[in-house]
């Protein structure tokens, strides 16, 4: 199975994108994945869908959390995946 795909969505001047990219930047490095960054103000689809619950994380498109990011729980998330593979 594929690596994970961690996607952030967010945009410029959200306080809680930028804490969310240091926690999940922080869980991707230890596992040596990348991240891609979407911003919400690019996409109107995504402004439609997620302009009150920024950031979002996503694991492989689908939504892990929304607004606070908690490492461990992103951890596991990433653990159970992979045992799943």
Same mark, same amino acid.
């Given at each position: 199975?594929?690596?994970?795909? %961690?996607?952030? %969505?967010?945009?410029?001047?959200?306080?809680l994108?930028?804490?969310?990219?240091?926690? &999940?930047?922080?869980?991707?490095?230890?596992?040596g994945?990348?991240?891609?960054?979407?911003? @919400?103000?690019?996409?109107?689809?995504? %402004? #439609?869908?997620?302009?009150?619950?920024?950031? &979002? &994380?996503? @694991?492989?498109?689908?939504?892990?959390?929304?607004?606070?990011?908690?490492?461990?729980?992103?951890?596991?998330?990433? #653990?159970?995946?992979?045992?799943?593979?």
């Amino acid at each position: 199975m594929p690596a994970p795909r %961690l996607t952030l %969505l967010g945009k410029p001047g959200c306080h809680l994108c930028d804490d969310a990219r240091a926690t &999940v930047l922080e869980v991707a490095g230890e596992r040596g994945l990348e991240v891609e960054e979407r911003n @919400i103000l690019d996409d109107a689809e995504l %402004l #439609d869908r997620y302009a009150e619950e920024i950031p &979002v &994380v996503l @694991i492989d498109d689908r939504v892990h959390t929304i607004w606070r990011v908690d490492p461990d729980r992103l951890r596991r998330a990433l #653990d159970e995946r992979e045992a799943s593979a």
